[in-house]
């Protein structure tokens, strides 16, 4: 296959620098190169521990192009598990709706991401404070900041209506923070919200061969299972795993890359990149595996995962030290000790290597970060709500090729929590966050033109109201979110 090192990137990079793109994506690197002069928030290190006096120091990004002052409305971008290089910008979906409505744009990078690093070194001890419940206090913390900034640079009265958006992870931390914080943000807007904590998300495979056709499925099912019959032979192993320039991967690892390798093409609406290579391998009879490598190594490593394959490798996870432009270790713990979402080999006709399974997980978590780390998820879906949240002025979208679409709403929640699938040709994840084009399809040009009028009701609903900004301390947190266990996880 031949190196089509920028159709993807400039595909994806639109107007927007929103982090819903790949974390080592050429894309994503491009984004890192044009980014926006940056601002800092002194973020308390533990919002459980009042006696914790410890800082770092938090990046977030403001965007005033169109912002009607001193009361305008603000649009609170969340981020999630990667660096962000600046606010969602002029061609953006959030973009478009902030010229509209005269709105601050604020962008929040997640903290252990990016320059949002509290340590770099990241034991047991260190890690403790990732969570999405410490996350969501930096996000109230960060509103008060801005919500101080506001008053004291413009004269605002504080009651500035706030709308969060975010895709993805970030989605389902905008709709938490909805739910844990409803008297903060007055609506979010939820793209591709994987809302529903999962150790073992088999339905991601399953959606994946539903979403690539019978054929395609096929010809990378039968290229996973002809590669573990060569990583089960000793004497085929090693030129195995050369092939995918993963030498010093195990096998488990090297199955992990492999289905991230043909899935990420699909999540971001690319199936094609993945499928016509496949499909011309059978045609002229070539080898299905080496057609896979190739893939792999002259498109996947340039484009969506310029780490290569070291980021997938257990004993580099393990490794304590990390430097701001890698994320596996931060995700990886997310994921063993909160989160779980892992895509795991669907039970019938599965497309990744049915290896791939929750053995695997839990025998990598137990290698990168000891024992007895592994996700309480029922604890997180009870505290949230799951797929069920309780939530008012929520909108939920999915791409109807997506295949983390099953983590998250699917079907409206009531009045005031619709949810909308874009059913369109290359719709998949986070696809209405992306740059805004004249040849949209139709569906995904209705459900955002959707989005608008929500936010603008929103936005009305809230412009009468008399109520004051939030003064409360970060001390005096609701005790649900205090109390929930999966926040706590003590240190080893």
């Known amino acids: 296959m031949p190196r089509r090192l920028a159709l993807l990137p400039l595909a994806l ?42 800082s770092f120091d938090q990046r977030y990004y403001l965007d005033e192009t169109h912002f009607r002052a001193p009361d305008g409305p603000v649009f609170l971008y969340v981020s999630g598990e990667a660096p962000l290089y600046g606010a969602p910008a002029a061609g953006s979906s959030i973009g478009e709706l902030a010229a509209e409505h005269g709105a601050l744009v604020v962008a929040v990078e997640h903290r252990y991401y990016g320059d949002s690093l509290p340590f770099t070194y990241l034991d047991l001890d260190n890690l403790a404070y990732l969570n999405s419940g410490q996350a969501l206090l930096d996000l109230a913390a960060v509103h008060s900041f801005v919500t101080a900034q506001l ?144 893939y792999t190594t002259s498109f996947f490593y ?23 432009s890698t994320t596996g270790r931060q995700w990886r713990y997310q994921q063993c000790a909160e989160l779980g979402w892992f895509a795991n080999a669907a039970p019938v006709n599965p497309v990744r290597s049915p290896l791939l399974n929750e053995a695997y997980q839990r025998a990598a978590c137990e290698a990168i970060f000891g024992a007895g780390v592994w996700p309480d998820t029922e604890s997180v879906n009870r505290h949230y709500g799951g797929k069920q949240p309780q939530v008012t002025n929520a909108f939920f979208t999915h791409g109807v090729e997506d295949p983390w679409q099953h983590a998250g709403v699917r079907q409206s929640l009531g009045p005031s929590a619709p949810a909308r699938i874009a059913e369109c040709a290359g719709c998949s ?63 080893r």
């Not at 927007?16 to 002194?42: D, E, G, I, M, V």
């Not at 969060?164 to 409803?182: D, E, Q």
């Open 151 to 294: 008053r004291d640079r413009h004269g605002a009265s504080g009651r500035n209506t706030w709308v969060a958006f975010g895709g993805s992870y970030a989605g389902a931390l905008a709709t938490w923070f909805r739910v844990k914080f409803p008297s903060l943000v007055h609506g979010v807007v939820a793209s591709s919200a994987t809302l529903e904590a999962r150790a073992s998300y088999e339905a991601f495979d399953a959606q994946l061969g539903h979403t690539v056709g019978p054929a395609c499925a096929d010809a990378l099912r039968r290229a996973m299972l002809q590669l573990d019959e060569l990583l089960a032979r000793p004497e085929h192993a090693a030129a195995a795993k050369r092939a995918f320039e993963a030498d010093a991967l195990q096998d488990g690892d090297l199955r992990l890359l492999l289905g991230d390798a043909h899935s990420m093409a699909v999540q971001y609406g690319y199936k094609e990149l993945i499928c016509e290579p496949m499909a011309a391998a059978e045609r002229e009879g070539r080898d299905l595996v080496m057609a896979l490598a190739n």
């Open 429 to 491: 994840h986070c696809v209405d966050l992306r740059h805004v084009s004249d040849d949209d399809p139709q569906p995904l040009k209705t459900i955002r033109a959707e989005i608008g009028v929500h936010v603008r009701r929103w936005l009305e609903e809230a412009a009468p109201s008399t109520r004051g900004p939030w003064r409360g301390s970060l001390q005096e947190q609701p005790a649900a979110l205090q109390s929930a266990p999966f926040f706590s996880l003590a240190a």
């Open 13 to 54: 990079l639109g107007g927007a620098r929103a982090n819903t793109l790949p974390p080592r994506s050429a894309a994503a690197l491009a984004l890192k190169a044009q980014a926006q002069p940056a601002h800092w928030f002194s973020q308390q290190l533990d919002h459980f521990n009042a006696n914790d006096t410890r």
């Open 302 to 324: 340039p484009t969506l995962e310029q780490g290569g394959s070291r980021e997938y490798a257990t004993e580099y996870l393990a490794t304590l030290t990390v430097d701001p």
